[in-house]
Structure formats: structure tokens, C-alpha cells
């Protein structure tokens, strides 16, 4: 879990200061997928509402969109194996995507693009090591 925290607060200060990926999603979405703790639901509200404070924005948009993407992620474990690659690049892409249009984001499809990219490498890096170990 600390791995999964110290992960948030990189992607919070990355997304905050440098750049405009949903970096934050992508991590909540493993963390979700491969934790399946409700834990992640605490994750999700906290990290929204500091990623909110960084950037300068309302507070709590962030925090309910996080909170609503983990709880379809839950909603789809039970119907579908979640610990795939197509099931992670596809909620990567949704997940941004609708992140970003909500946010108000120019370059929205580019972003998500990028965004589902990160995830499917972190993915397949995950699985290396996880093989390795």
C-alpha cells in the first residue's frame, strides 16, 4: 500500500506542476484493478482533493470523478476480468478522456492517447517484473 501512496503523490505533483496527463487516474486504476482493497475509495477522494488544492481548481471535482471511476471499475470486477490488457487500456482511454472533458481540457484526445499508452507500458512492465519476482 505505501507503493500505491508514494505512486499517488508522484503522479499528484507531476499532473499538478508539470503536466496536464491524468496521471492520477492511471494510478487509481491499477491500484483498483490490482489491490481490489476498498482502501482505494479513501485513495481516490484524498488524492482528488489534493490533486484539486495543487492545481488551483474547485475542490471536490476531482475527488468525485476519481470516487466514481474506482466504483465502475469495482462494478466491472465481477463481470469481467479486470486484469487484462484490453480491459485497462480501454478504461485508461474512457476514463481520461471523460476526465478531461469534464475538466474543460484543450487537446483532450491527444492526452488520452498519451494517457493510455503510460498505462498499457506500465502494464506490460508490471507484468515482467511480476513474472521475474
Not at 471536490?60 to 479486470?82: A, N, R, W
Not at 484543450?106 to 515482467?128: D, G, M, N, R
Amino acid at each position: 500500500m505505501i507503493i500505491i501512496i508514494l505512486s499517488l503523490l508522484t503522479a499528484i505533483f507531476l499532473e499538478s506542476a508539470l503536466m496536464s496527463l491524468p496521471l492520477t487516474l492511471v494510478v487509481l486504476l491499477f491500484a483498483a484493478i490490482y489491490t481490489r482493497d476498498s482502501l482505494i475509495f479513501l485513495l481516490a477522494f484524498l488524492a482528488g482533493l489534493i490533486l484539486d488544492i495543487f492545481s488551483l481548481r474547485t475542490l471536490g471535482i476531482s475527488s468525485l470523478y476519481f470516487v466514481t471511476f474506482v466504483f465502475v471499475i469495482f462494478l466491472y470486477q465481477k463481470k469481467f476480468e479486470t486484469g487484462t490488457l484490453q480491459f485497462l487500456a480501454i478504461f485508461a482511454f474512457l476514463g481520461s478522456i471523460l476526465y478531461l472533458i469534464f475538466l474543460g481540457t484543450s487537446q483532450v484526445f491527444i492526452h488520452s492517447i498519451l494517457a493510455t499508452i503510460l498505462a498499457t507500458i506500465s502494464f506490460l512492465f508490471y507484468k515482467k517484473t511480476k513474472k521475474a519476482v
